[in-house]
């Protein structure tokens, strides 16, 4: 008798593990891996422990970010079953309209979470007034600046703070070490280093405007404002200065920073990443950060840009509710705020900004409160489906300003133009 209950149990625990769920959510997501790594294990775990009737496998590709885009929209285009993708957030109104993203809103409202992020961040991924992504990280941009190379040069960095002052300032530089080829700082011309001024001259790139052709109310350029017209006036006043214009096609420039041949930089929350992990544990003893863009003028606010990514579900998952739930572990303070710590992004959540979290974040990140204070002031880019071509559109204006192949006022001009065709005007 007690042989047969043994062999019934053996027979109904064999039949189980046969009816065990199998279940495979499968991702795109772009570079780089660790960060992926990092949050997808312990999100992973989790999920399994909360299903454990369920076989859960997570099979994820990570893509360089210049290829993510269009092997995603292939994809999709396809009708790919995938569950996850990452989404830049200057793509969500396109991968949006394209229909290639799940209505998150009803989610979103059960879950209860949403007053937790921060607001820029938390509208970032609504297109329509629905929700289509969950921001799940950012970055912002500030100025870091060589102590002892200004110290040294007789400059007090909180003359930086100014538009005359920061130029006069880095002229400054420039001279002091004109022998030793270390140039005071740089001009930005990329159209995401240009935003934080149109931004704080009270410029916009796109306003919503009555009047469009089909649409009614649509997206309309105003970048080419006297705000705008302005904004890139400065870019002009720094190169005349003697700084380097980098064009918006250039990347790397960060390495000049970190080398000292450059004592100023408008950089990203990231560059700490980029030295070496002996000298980044020290960084702050070396290496001054204000987190800010210099202003206009005293008692102007500044701003900056918010990048990082969101997580959407695509339109052709077929395990939406499982693919959800696995996005809501992936942003739980304890699970993000680990991948915080080693990577150096900087959180979209208040509770995780300001609470238990940063704590350790503040020890593990230089400057991580300071960068943090930026958020609230900060901006996201627009959501219209064209920004991403709009985009590319300032950036060459800017490029033709800093090159001297066109005044300000006629570059913008000649963009905006541009940019109302490609939005229907």
């Known amino acids: 008798m007690i042989a047969l209950m043994i062999s019934l149990v053996v027979g109904l625990a064999n039949s189980s593990a046969i009816q065990k769920k199998q279940v495979t959510l499968t991702a795109i ?4 891996k660790d960060r992926w790594d990092i949050l997808l294990t312990g999100a992973v775990q989790k999920l ?44 969500l109104g396109d991968f949006a309209q394209r ?37 799940t990280w950012t970055d912002v941009r500030g100025m870091w600046y060589w102590k002892d190379l200004l110290s040294n040069a007789g400059v007090d960095p909180n003359s930086l703070q100014t538009w005359d002052g920061y130029i006069s300032s880095l002229k400054k530089i420039n001279n002091a070490y004109k022998e030793q ?30 009047g ?16 705008g017209v302005k904004a890139a006036q400065f870019l002009k006043s720094e190169i005349a200065a003697g700084m380097k214009p980098i064009l918006s096609n250039i990347s790397g420039f960060e390495r000049d920073f970190i080398d000292r041949k450059v ?51 695509p339109q052709t998952s077929k395990n939406k509710e499982l693919a959800w739930e696995l996005i809501t572990i992936m942003v739980q303070p304890d ?33 991580y409160n300071r960068m943090v204070s930026t958020i609230p002031i900060g901006h996201s880019r627009p959501i219209a489906p064209e920004y991403p071509q709009i985009d590319n ?16 006022k006629q570059a913008l001009e000649d963009a905006a133009t541009m940019t109302a065709k490609v939005l229907g005007w």
Request: charge should be neutral; glycine fraction near 12%.
């Open 48 to 91: 399994k422990e909360r299903h454990p009737n369920i076989d859960i496998k997570v099979d994820y590709k990570v893509l360089p970010y210049n290829v993510s885009r269009g092997q995603m929209i292939m994809a999709l285009n396809n009708q790919t079953p995938i569950d996850l993708i990452s989404v830049d957030q200057i793509w």
């Open 393 to 408: 559109q300032i950036s060459v204006a800017l490029d033709q300003v800093c090159s001297g192949l066109k005044e300000p």
């Open 335 to 367: 699970i993000l705020a680990s991948m915080l710590a080693q990577t150096g992004y900087l959180p979209t959540q208040k509770n995780i900004g300001a609470g238990q979290e940063s704590i350790t974040l503040n020890q593990t990140i230089p400057y």
């Open 263 to 313: 004592a100023v930089l408008m950089g990203g929350s990231w560059l700490p990443e980029f030295f070496p992990a002996a000298e980044r544990k020290d960084l702050e003893q070396t290496v001054g950060f204000m987190p800010m863009y210099p202003v206009p003028s005293k008692g102007s606010i500044t701003t900056t840009v918010l990048g990082g990514w969101e997580l959407g579900i």
């Open 181 to 210: 080829g270390i140039k005071g700082g740089f001009a930005l011309c990329g159209a995401t280093e240009w935003y934080p001024y149109l931004w704080m001259l009270g410029g916009n790139i796109l306003i919503m405007k009555d």
């Open 212 to 227: 469009h052709p089909t649409k009614g109310t649509y997206w309309f350029p105003t970048y080419n404002s006297s705000a």
């Open 29 to 32: 997501l772009a570079a780089p």
């Open 99 to 135: 229909g290639y993203l799940t209505n998150l809103t009803g989610f979103v409202k059960s879950w209860g979470r949403a007053s937790d992020w921060y607001q820029t961040n938390l509208d970032g991924g609504v297109y329509n007034g629905k929700v289509y992504g969950i921001w």
